[in-house]
């Protein structure tokens, strides 16, 4: 006789397996499921110095000189990214537009970051101790 899913559980064994299965759907879809935040302003760091507070809301390019050169940032329609950089891989350029809250990006070699924050505080993705 050949084995099969019914055959091998009971009726209690498949109702927890299906509360199981509802409840892992219901955790993803609760914590993973995107929940914009609203962004105010953006933070930009460069090489040891004090961090520039850039109004999102306004459309302009910013030049800033790290430690490798000029990077250029653009902010348009309260987004942010990066659109020039003397680094070697480009991966800050590449990253594209910061749109949410607690969005970052770095450009290790030039020593320039930029992240997005607002009024409310980030849920995090994952903690480390």
């Known amino acids: 006789m050949k084995n099969t899913f019914f055959s091998l559980t009971t009726p209690i ?3 927890i397996l299906v509360l199981a299965l509802f ?3 219901w955790l ?3 914590y993973w499921i995107d929940k914009r935040l609203p962004t105010n302003y953006a933070l930009v760091w460069v090489a040891n110095q004090s961090p520039k507070q850039i109004n999102l809301q306004q459309t ?3 030049s800033f000189q790290g430690a490798m050169g000029e990077s250029l940032i653009e902010v348009k329609k309260g987004r942010i990214r ?3 950089s003397p680094c070697q891989h ?3 350029i590449h990253a594209g537009w910061l749109t949410n809250n607690g969005d970052f990006v770095v450009c290790l070699p030039n020593q320039v970051s930029i992240g997005l924050y607002g009024t ?3 849920q995090f993705d994952g903690i480390a101790y």
């Open 23 to 25: 409840f892992l759907v």
């Open 82 to 84: 990066f659109i020039a």
């Open 120 to 122: 409310q505080i980030t």
């Open 90 to 92: 480009k991966h800050c």
């Open 60 to 62: 302009k390019q910013i």
């Open 13 to 15: 064994d498949r109702i």
């Open 28 to 30: 993803y879809i609760y």
